[in-house]
């Protein structure tokens, strides 16, 4: 019995000596990963700094300091993590998990997708400030409270059909999307519609009439 125990000690002690040079061999990997992702985020964000892109947006007054702060860091962090997932790979490889392997290259692919998405985001919430501006600028003859209202309906617009952009993007809930999508587009048609219809009757009425009255004269 002693002896068993002692031939089964010994075989797990054999096949950890043999897996430590994988292991600090994938660990040494994971470890450059995680310097190189730094010092790339690093030199990101002094590019951004190079060439003055919070300066910019922030005299043209699209987004605060804090707002463009904070998508800088958004993007630098994005970027940071797919270089780890990059080197987790041949890690995990090293390691012989083959399984998360494949599992983090299907993440790998749709990456992308989710860059894509920050990026429409970010445009989207910039032209939502800027028609938000021009509507209040253009509407100021109707009054304070009017200009105002306009402007904070075609901003929330924009950011409204922004997230619809973005989580189609990302594949959620796309069929969701189309649905809700035409339903919005089908309630402004039937709401101009009525609009047109109740408002613009006596009008019409009054078109119709000239015009059977001509007919009658000819």
């Not at 730094?38 to 300066?55: A, S, Y």
Request: aromatic share 12%; glycine share 6%.
């Amino acid at each position: 019995m002693i002896e068993f125990f002692n031939e089964i000690l010994t075989r797990s002690l054999f096949k950890l000596i043999n897996y430590l040079p994988e292991f600090f061999g994938g660990l040494f990997i994971l470890i450059l990963g995680l310097f190189f992702s730094d010092i790339v985020k690093r030199i990101f964000l002094t590019l951004l700094d190079f060439f003055q892109i919070k300066k910019i947006l922030t005299r043209i007054k699209i987004l605060s300091e804090d707002e463009i702060k904070l998508w800088q860091e958004i993007l630098a962090e994005i970027l940071k993590w797919t270089i780890i997932l990059i080197f987790l790979i041949p890690t995990l490889e090293v390691w012989g998990l083959n399984r998360a392997t494949a599992v983090i290259n299907q993440f790998l692919f749709y990456l992308p997708n989710v860059i894509i998405a920050v990026i429409l985001l970010f445009i989207g919430l910039i032209a939502s400030k800027l028609v938000a501006d021009l509507v209040l600028q253009s509407t100021k003859s109707l009054g304070k409270r009017s200009a105002n209202s306009l402007a904070f309906f075609s901003r929330s617009t924009i950011i409204f059909f922004t997230i619809l952009i973005t989580l189609s993007q990302l594949g959620v809930a796309q069929d969701l999307i189309k649905i809700l999508f035409t339903g919005i587009v089908a309630m402004v048609a039937i709401a101009g519609g009525l609009a047109f219809g109740l408002g613009g009757k006596d009008v019409a009425k009054d078109i119709l009439e000239a015009l059977h009255n001509k007919l009658k004269k000819d």
